[in-house]
């Protein structure tokens, strides 16, 4: 399987955990973010106080107004973003796993949203109701390429992480997987 998801498989039971927003790229620009976000922040303040609060620059230099308002201003916008991006991954907003039972004939898709009375995003229904599994691609600048099941009466139900696509080997793989596990056609391809 792929690092987005991990897959424990039993011959009733298939288990994928889905990768939410912890993955490595979401902590690379908190960070980077964070860190040029706190360097205006104090190249404002600095150029305000007259003391230099950088190791690498002196911002004293500048005057107040407006070169050390703006900076401090982008500086703070700055950090309300690096919290935002903190927060998510705080929350694992996307993380959550796809649970199929063959013997329950259950299917529960659970992920974690935002807080607030919608945080547990849970999906329940019947293996039966299951028509196919479907693969949807679209390439070009923005590609996309997801898992949806099919189900009766309900809109397609996505199973793969929002952001970065899936390789089109590791897509079809676990495409073909969950329908042979479920015993429905895949449509897609």
Not at 165 to 186: N, T, Y
Request: proline content about 4%; hydrophobic content about 45%.
């Amino acid at each position: 399987m792929t690092a987005t998801t991990t897959t424990n498989k039993s011959d009733r039971l298939l288990h994928q955990k889905v990768l939410g927003s912890r993955r490595f790229s979401n902590y690379w620009w908190a960070t980077i973010v964070t860190m040029g976000a706190t360097g205006f922040l104090l190249a404002g303040i600095s150029s305000y106080l007259g003391i230099n609060l950088l190791i690498v620059t002196d911002p004293t230099q500048l005057i107040f107004f407006p070169q050390g308002l703006v900076m401090g201003l982008y500086g703070t916008a700055g950090l309300l973003l690096a919290l935002y991006l903190w927060l998510v991954i705080l929350w694992d907003v996307g993380g959550g796993y796809n649970e199929f039972d063959r013997v329950s004939d259950k299917i529960k898709i659970f992920r974690w949203g935002f807080p607030g009375k919608n945080r547990r995003i849970e999906i329940d229904c019947l293996t039966k109701d299951i028509q196919c599994v479907r693969i949807d691609m679209k390439e070009g600048l923005n590609p996309r390429r997801a898992l949806y099941l099919r189900a009766k009466g309900r809109r397609d139900i996505p199973l793969t992480r929002v952001g970065q696509p899936l390789s089109l080997k590791d897509l079809e793989v676990q495409g073909a997987e969950l329908a042979r596990f479920l015993e429905v056609p895949l449509e897609g391809l």
